[in-house]
C-alpha cells in the first residue's frame, strides 16, 4: 500500500506543475498510464496563450475568450486564467520551457491563432506541448519529494463509501485510487491525503482524434463512478485541420497555419470559408469544423486542403518545421500544394465540475486540466487556453490543497486489499476489440460534430447495451489495461449522450438539427451525476 501526501494521476502540463509546487510542502506520487512523457500536452503544437505584449489587454483577451465559449463561459473562471495566466508563463520559463524568440533573441514570437484578437501565443516551434512536457519531466524527474511512477494506470477512486463509511449529509471523501501496474498485473491501493486527476481528454472516444492513444477519459469516467458532478460534458471540440493520409495517425495540422494566412479551399481550389464566417479561415474552431464537414457532405469528397503556399520554403521551414516534415514523410510538400484536412476530435470542453481552485464535489478531490470542467471554455474553447488554464489551476489547486491538508488532521485510513474474486483470464480478446470499435463508430456518426434526436437516441440504445455487456465482461475476467479503457470510454460516451440530449439547443460545439437554435432557457451549465442518472 503505497501513500502519499499528495496522490497524481498523470503526469500532462497540469499534474507536474502540481506535483512540483506541492513538493514544496509534502510528499508527491504521481501516477502515469504509460511512460511520463507520454500525455495530452506533449502533442499541444500550437501554443498558450497569455497577453504578453504592451498592445494586448487583459480586457482583449477575456472578450475574445467570452465570443468564442458562446454566452456560457464563466466569469470568475476566464478572469482568474487570463489574468494569472503570463506569471503561470513566466514560472514555465523558470522550470526550462524554451519558448521561441523573435530573430534578435530578446522578445518572444508570439503569434495569431483564430479566434484571437492579438497575437499573444507563446510558442516553442510547432511542437509547443513536447517542449513544456520535456522541461516538466526533468523538473519533476528530479524532485526529491515527487515519485513517477510508469506504467501505471489507475482503476477506481477508492472512497468513503468504498470502506463501509457514511458520509452523513457531507460531501464523500476521497482516499486515493486503486492502481494497477500494467507490466506487473497486480492492482494495489495507492492513498493520498489529496488526490489530483489530471488525466487529460478523451478524444479516443471517437472514430477520428488527433489525441494519442492515452486520451480515453480515465479520470472523467473514475470521478463519475465514485460520484462527483460533470459538467458540459457535450461540448466535445472538433479541430477543423488533421492531416487526411492513410498511413498518418492523429496528426495535427495546427491552428497556427490559418493564423500565418492558411486558407481552407476545395479540391478544385475554391476557398469556401467566406460564405461561412467574416473571420473566414479564421473563425472559431466550432464553425471551421462544421464548415468543413458541410463541404465534405455537399460534395462528397474525402477531404478539404489549407494552403499556405503562397510562403516561402524559408518560411514554412523557420515557422512550422515539425509539420512541414511531418508532411514530407507522406509525400506532401506544403509549400508546392496545399495540405489535405479532415476534422476530428480534438479537445473535452466539459469535466469534473469543478470550483475556483479545481476542488471538485468530492472531499479531498481535485481536478485540473482537460479532465475538469471550470467553466473556461463554455461551449467553445479558445485556441490555446487549454494549456494555460492547466498551469494556472495546477497552482490554485496547489496552494487550496495545502491549506486543505493543513486543517484536516484526519489519519488515512486502513484500505483492503485488492480482490479479484473469481475473476479469469479472458478467452477472447476480440470482444474488447470489437466494441472498442462499436463505441467510436457510433459516437462518430450519431454523436458528432452534427446532431439530431434520433441519433442520440439510438447512441443511447447502444451505449445502454454495451455498458452492461462490458460490466459483465468487467466482473468475469482479470482486469487489463484494454478492458479499464473500453470501461473508461463507454463511461464517457453514456456522459456525451446524456448531457446532448439534455441541451435542447444548438450552441458553440453542441449543433443538433432539431433544436437548430440557441435559446435563453440553456445559458447554463449542463451537469449531471451518477445518481440523476440512476446509476
Not at 98 to 124: K, N, P, V
Not at 265 to 287: N, V, W
Request: hydrophobic content about 40%; proline content about 3%; charged content about 25%.
Amino acid at each position: 500500500m503505497e501513500r502519499s501526501d499528495y496522490l497524481v494521476i498523470g503526469s500532462g502540463i497540469a499534474g507536474l506543475s502540481f506535483a512540483l509546487e506541492a513538493a514544496k510542502h509534502g510528499s508527491v506520487t504521481v501516477v502515469t498510464k504509460r511512460s511520463r512523457q507520454e500525455a495530452n500536452t506533449r502533442y499541444a503544437q500550437g501554443g498558450i496563450a497569455a497577453v504578453w505584449d504592451d498592445e494586448d489587454s487583459f480586457e482583449a483577451h477575456i472578450k475574445d475568450t467570452h465570443v468564442a465559449g458562446a454566452g456560457l463561459c464563466d466569469e470568475a473562471a476566464v478572469r482568474i486564467t487570463v489574468t494569472e495566466g503570463p506569471e503561470r508563463v513566466r514560472e514555465l520559463i523558470e522550470r526550462g520551457v524554451e519558448f521561441t524568440r523573435e530573430e534578435d533573441g530578446d522578445a518572444y514570437d508570439l503569434h495569431l491563432e483564430g479566434g484571437h484578437s492579438a497575437r499573444r501565443i507563446l510558442h516553442a516551434g510547432d511542437i509547443t506541448g513536447a517542449e513544456i512536457q520535456r522541461a516538466l519531466v526533468a523538473a519533476a524527474s528530479a524532485h526529491p519529494n515527487i515519485t513517477i511512477l510508469d506504467e501505471h494506470l489507475a482503476v477506481n477512486l477508492i472512497t468513503e463509501r468504498d470502506l463501509g463509511f457514511k458520509p452523513n449529509g457531507h460531501p464523500q471523501r476521497v482516499f486515493g485510487a486503486y492502481v494497477l501496474d500494467v507490466e506487473g498485473g497486480d492492482v494495489s491501493p495507492f492513498l493520498g491525503r489529496v488526490v489530483v486527476l489530471a488525466t487529460g481528454g478523451f478524444g479516443k472516444v471517437y472514430l477520428y482524434t488527433s489525441n494519442p492513444d492515452v486520451a480515453t477519459g480515465d479520470g472523467h469516467a473514475m470521478a463519475f463512478r465514485a460520484g462527483a458532478s460533470m459538467g458540459n460534458m457535450e461540448f466535445v471540440q472538433f479541430h477543423p485541420t488533421c492531416l487526411f493520409h492513410p498511413k498518418a495517425k492523429n496528426f495535427l495540422i495546427s491552428e497556427a497555419l490559418r493564423g500565418e494566412g492558411g486558407v481552407l479551399i476545395r479540391q478544385d481550389g475554391t476557398a469556401f470559408m467566406k460564405k461561412y464566417h467574416e473571420l473566414e479561415s479564421l473563425a472559431p474552431r466550432d464553425i471551421v469544423a462544421r464548415a468543413i464537414d458541410h463541404e465534405l457532405k455537399t460534395t462528397g469528397d474525402d477531404c478539404v486542403y489549407l494552403d499556405m503556399t503562397h510562403h516561402s520554403r524559408e518560411f514554412i521551414e523557420k515557422h512550422f518545421p515539425n509539420i512541414h516534415g511531418r508532411c514530407m514523410t507522406f509525400g506532401i510538400d506544403m509549400v508546392e500544394s496545399p495540405i489535405p484536412v479532415v476534422p476530428a476530435a480534438h479537445y473535452a470542453c466539459g469535466g469534473v465540475l469543478v470550483g475556483e481552485h479545481g476542488e471538485s464535489d468530492l472531499t479531498g478531490l481535485y481536478a485540473i486540466g482537460e479532465v475538469s470542467c471550470t467553466g473556461l471554455h463554455g461551449a467553445n474553447r479558445l485556441a490555446s487556453n487549454s494549456l494555460l488554464e492547466g498551469v494556472v489551476y495546477a497552482r490554485r489547486a496547489a496552494n487550496h490543497a495545502r491549506a486543505f491538508l493543513d486543517a484536516d488532521t484526519r489519519e488515512l485510513p486502513e484500505v483492503p486489499a485488492w480482490s479479484s474474486y473469481r475473476a479469469r483470464d479472458p478467452e477472447e480478446m476480440v470482444v474488447i476489440s470489437q466494441n472498442w470499435d462499436e463505441i467510436r463508430r457510433f459516437m462518430w456518426n450519431y454523436v458528432g460534430i452534427v446532431r439530431t434526436n434520433k441519433r442520440l437516441l439510438r447512441a443511447r440504445a447502444r451505449i445502454d447495451l454495451l455498458m452492461q455487456e462490458i460490466h459483465q465482461f468487467y466482473w468475469d475476467f482479470t482486469i487489463s489495461r484494454d478492458l479499464i479503457e473500453l470501461r473508461n470510454i463507454a463511461t464517457v460516451a453514456k456522459l456525451i449522450i446524456e448531457s446532448a440530449l439534455l441541451r435542447r439547443e444548438s450552441r458553440g460545439l453542441h449543433t443538433n438539427r432539431d433544436y437548430p437554435e440557441s435559446r435563453d432557457a440553456f445559458l447554463k451549465p449542463t451537469i449531471i451525476s451518477r445518481t440523476e442518472l440512476g446509476l
